[in-house]
């Protein structure tokens, strides 16, 4: 039961690849050190891509004997290649090897999800393409606030999606630091070259301190940091998307391949992509909080403890990238949007009444006085069942002298949104410009 407890191969077997990329890196430099022979290398080299190759075609698969990756590819190397393979781990330890090999996974990984998602953000610029001109009611509160442009909605996802890109690129910086050779807490009395082998496997720095590099976990909380908020932005969305599709909203309809049916109301199709990505988002941010708890007690340098990093890891990774792949689809794919519903809910309720203020602002009424006209106004129409837009002049000018017949086109919806053309405002050349650039970004990162 113990052996079982200890394992951690069930796991972290994931970094196979990663572990043996180093090693190899590893065994040259002992070569390039003079530390074993340029064959004796060569031979454990060798070994270790036949290990690659065995691990590929499915026949290299230990069980909880070998205890973890590391040790599983050492036995095996040694039942290859014979005693040669017992050189493999002079001068290094499993603490900086697993540091090394969960680096190398991390950074590849990182690579992807920014791969993942620029193809969100290249959906989402898509869809915006289409909608410039058509309206929805803006929300805060979520209550109906003003109109704004359906693309400006949509590229509000894509600022964050950015802003997710450039933090990945950010953690990867910390994430691509070398610990290999910082041996179990105190390097080695070997003479190795860590320069080397980071330059071998692309790192691009080296860690100082070796009590610290075989005990870091910084970059893994960030990682982890940053797919909470790539997975926060994911469930916003899926929020929306959830609330949009319902009937009292009616702004959108899911298409058949994003959606599923009830199992006993026929009527009913049900948005389970979005809500799956609501409801993965707490499972990224439980590994958050996991990692940070492993990690806010430990002593230096290295503990067993540390062995809870990888599912948390692993998972989170997981995660993120099935979800930004699925929302891709949804927004590629799954979404139609409504737009006689959107355009009857613009014009239905008093999201204009802010327009109405900057009216009588522009003809030299202070704008508290003019917001407190607009309440009396908005309080009347209440009281009358009607709204903005059915009001007489007359009526208009019973409020302020200064209403005139422009009144009618300052408070239209669709001039309510194309007035608001301050930089980054929903107006539609400044929606426009923020496609182009957009657009333009995308077009920068291939």
Same mark, same amino acid.
């Given at each position: 039961?113990?052996?079982?407890?200890?394992? @951690?191969?069930?796991?972290?077997?994931?970094l196979i690849e990663y572990d043996l990329t180093g090693s190899q890196a590893h065994v040259q430099m002992l070569a390039h050190s003079g530390i074993i022979s340029q064959a004796e290398a060569d031979a454990i080299d060798q070994g270790l891509e036949a290990i690659r =190759?065995?691990?590929?075609?499915?026949?290299?698969?230990? &069980?909880?004997?070998?205890?973890?990756?590391?040790?599983?590819?050492?036995?095996?190397?040694i039942e290859l290649?014979? $005693?040669?393979?017992?050189? %493999?781990?002079?001068?290094? +330890?499993?603490?900086?090897?697993? &540091?090394? $090999?969960?680096? %190398?996974?991390?950074?590849?990984?990182?690579?992807q999800v920014q791969t993942l998602i620029r193809?969100? =953000?290249q959906a989402l610029v898509i869809l915006a393409s289409d909608h410039v001109q058509t309206l929805?009611?803006?929300?805060?509160?979520?209550?109906?606030? =003003?109109?704004? +442009? %359906?693309a400006h909605h949509l590229l509000a996802y894509f600022e964050m999606a950015e802003r997710d890109w450039q933090r990945l690129r950010e953690i990867d910086r910390r994430v691509n630091v070398s610990p290999l050779g910082l041996g179990a807490l105190a390097g080695t009395p070997f003479p190795i070259d860590r320069q080397y082998t980071a330059d071998k496997l692309g790192f691009a720095d080296l860690y100082r301190n070796s009590?610290? &590099?075989? +005990?870091?976990r910084d970059f893994a909380i960030e990682f982890l940091c940053a797919a909470s908020l790539i997975m926060v932005h994911l469930s916003r969305f899926s929020e929306e998307v959830i609330l949009w599709a319902s009937e009292e909203f009616g702004f959108i309809k899911l298409k058949d391949s994003c959606a599923t049916? +009830? @199992?006993?109301?026929? =009527?009913?199709?049900?948005p389970d992509v979005p809500e799956l990505v609501r409801g993965k988002s707490g499972r990224v941010f439980g590994h958050l909080q996991s990692l940070l708890v492993v990690m806010k007690g430990l002593p230096l340098a290295y503990n067993k403890d540390l062995q809870e990093d990888k599912e948390a890891i692993f998972d989170g990774v997981t995660t993120i990238k099935a979800c930004l792949e699925a929302m891709t689809i949804l927004v590629a794919e799954g979404l139609e949007f409504q737009t006689p519903r959107l355009e009857s809910a613009v014009g239905e309720d008093f999201s204009n009444a802010t327009d109405v203020a900057d009216y009588l602002s522009k003809q030299g009424v202070p704008f508290r006085e003019a917001y407190n006209i607009v309440g009396a106004v908005v309080k009347t129409c209440l009281s009358q069942n009607k709204l903005l837009k059915d009001l007489t002049l007359e009526e208009w000018q019973q409020f302020h002298p200064q209403f005139a017949d422009d009144i009618y086109s300052a408070i239209s919806p669709r001039q309510v949104v194309a007035v608001r053309n301050s930089f980054g405002g929903t107006g539609f050349t400044q929606v426009q410009n923020a496609l182009e650039q957009a657009k333009t970004l995308l077009s920068q990162s291939k």
């Open positions: 039961m113990i052996a079982a407890f200890n394992a @951690s191969i069930h796991f972290d077997i994931a =190759q065995e691990y590929r075609q499915g026949q290299f698969q230990p &069980g909880i004997e070998a205890e973890d990756i590391h040790f599983a590819v050492e036995n095996r190397l290649i014979g $005693d040669t393979g017992k050189k %493999l781990h002079t001068g290094r +330890s499993r603490n900086d090897q697993v &540091g090394t $090999d969960l680096r %190398l996974y991390l950074h590849d990984q990182i690579l193809n969100w =953000q929805i009611p803006g929300y805060t509160h979520l209550q109906r606030a =003003q109109p704004i +442009s %359906l009590l610290d &590099g075989v +005990s870091d049916g +009830s @199992s006993i109301m026929p =009527q009913k199709k049900n």
